[in-house]
């Protein structure tokens, strides 16, 4: 143990003289470890964030709700786009149908697409915003969060159809600016009075949610059809339903529920596909997976050619380290210093040099994460794992790079290399 002990203490030191020996050359020669690692760590860093931030907003949507669109997320959308774009529009009867005859759902919500209009009060609009009329389960469903006193409509505001109406965050901001609270206040749209009742947190860090809500203007179903005039039949319009699970009922049981349903709602014959797909977070997660692997195997591949690089460059200096202390190996050997311990004197001292560069590297990502998540409000973090990964690459490309170079050392002659 004190013999190992030496042998660090001595590769270190070693080390260290060369770097400070010659510091454009050991700059030079790091350069290719400090690339690789950031290359590979900073891709991993990058990824990992995004995936971190997906997977985050994955888990506070749940996998227990399925999504029933025309189209499947799974598939390309530009393939089938006109099949798809000629199955019909999903209906508020249809709603209803699941409503009654689904045993093992707990939430079912339907929204439409009402219009964009232009909303003004007193002297400020905001013109095109989009109007969502929805159900009363999609606050649940779409998770909405309000600012300050904000609220969702009451059972007796939503079966009345009353005028009132739930504003983006982008859309309250545009309308009222800044310092002003929009809830009470009644804004007009198309010459008619709506009363806001709530302001929807921005969406914010969160990368993944069913819909972005800051730019538009919800309002309850009944009166998107009382007030505004949209077609139950969702002809002419976008619609879609979601339907969420009950408790410790599987998804798969809540899918075969809603096929049996549709289909009978639409005529479907035994032999007919479904003119709908059923689509859930877990579609999205497996793409994710492929997607996130490319990304972080494109970081590796480019790294390791910086760090082949970077490995022949330590390997040169250990060459030139072993030739200028040919002598002093010579003496060591002569005095007794077994091969193993010149080997691991020699092998430690080209792992010191990669692990340097290697804590550039990291060092450059660190700085670079920092930045970027100041300037765009995006949380890009350096884990302590991907530290360990770094650390542990240095450690094996040291060792790579220090093999040949230590094991020509160890094999040395004593008298041929004193006389050296």
């Excluded at 454009?24 to 995936?51: D, H, P, Q, W, Y």
């Excluded at 970081?299 to 002093?328: D, K, Q, W, Y």
Aim: charged share 20%.
């Amino acid at each position: 143990m004190r013999q190992f002990f030496r042998i660090l203490f001595e590769g270190a030191a070693q080390a260290w003289q060369q770097l400070m020996a010659n510091k454009l050359r050991s700059f030079l020669s790091l350069l290719g470890v400090t690339i690789g690692i950031f290359c590979i760590i900073g891709v991993k860093s990058a990824v990992n964030s995004l995936e971190d931030n997906i997977r985050n907003s994955m888990s506070k949507l749940g996998n227990d709700v399925i999504y029933i669109d025309k189209f499947s997320w799974s598939e390309d959308p530009g393939a089938n786009y006109w099949k798809w774009m000629r199955r019909p529009n999903f209906s508020y009867p249809e709603y209803l149908a699941l409503q009654e005859r689904m045993e093992n759902a707990d939430k079912i919500g339907f929204w439409q697409y009402v219009g964009s209009k232009t909303l003004k009060w007193k002297s400020s609009s905001v013109e095109d915003a989009p109007f969502l009329g929805i159900t009363e389960d999609c606050y649940e469903l779409f998770h909405l969060e309000f600012q300050n006193e904000g609220r969702y409509f009451s059972p007796v505001e939503y079966q009345s159809g009353s005028d009132v109406c739930i504003l983006g965050g982008v859309v309250a901001e545009g309308l009222f600016g800044e310092g002003i609270d929009p809830v009470d206040r009644d804004v007009s749209i198309s010459g008619r009075k709506l009363r806001v009742i709530g302001v929807l947190k921005k969406s914010g860090k969160d990368l993944l949610k069913p819909f972005n809500f800051d730019n538009v203007v919800l309002v309850g179903f009944n009166l998107a059809r009382r007030g505004f005039g949209i077609r139950s039949d969702g002809r002419g319009a976008q619609t879609s339903l979601m339907v969420k699970a009950a408790d410790g009922v599987d998804i798969e049981v809540v899918k075969d529920e809603v096929i049996s349903v549709l289909r009978g709602q639409r005529r479907l014959k035994p032999l007919e596909e479904n003119n709908f797909a059923l689509n859930t977070l877990s579609i999205l997660s497996n793409l994710f997976d492929g997607v996130f692997g490319t990304l972080n195997l494109a970081g590796f591949v480019i790294g390791i050619f910086a760090l082949v690089v970077g490995m022949f460059s330590v390997a040169n200096i250990m060459f030139v380290s072993v030739r200028e202390r040919t002598n002093l190996i010579g003496i060591k050997m002569a005095l007794g210093a077994k091969r193993w311990f010149i080997l691991l004197e020699i092998l430690f001292e080209a792992v010191v040099l990669c692990v340097v560069g290697g804590l550039f590297g990291l060092l450059l990502i660190w700085i670079i994460t920092e930045v970027i998540t100041r300037l765009i409000d995006f949380d890009i973090h350096l884990s302590i794992s991907n530290v360990l990964v770094g650390l542990i690459t240095s450690i094996i490309v040291g060792v790579l790079s220090g093999l040949i170079p230590a094991s020509q050392a160890s094999r040395m002659d004593p008298v041929e290399a004193i006389r050296k």
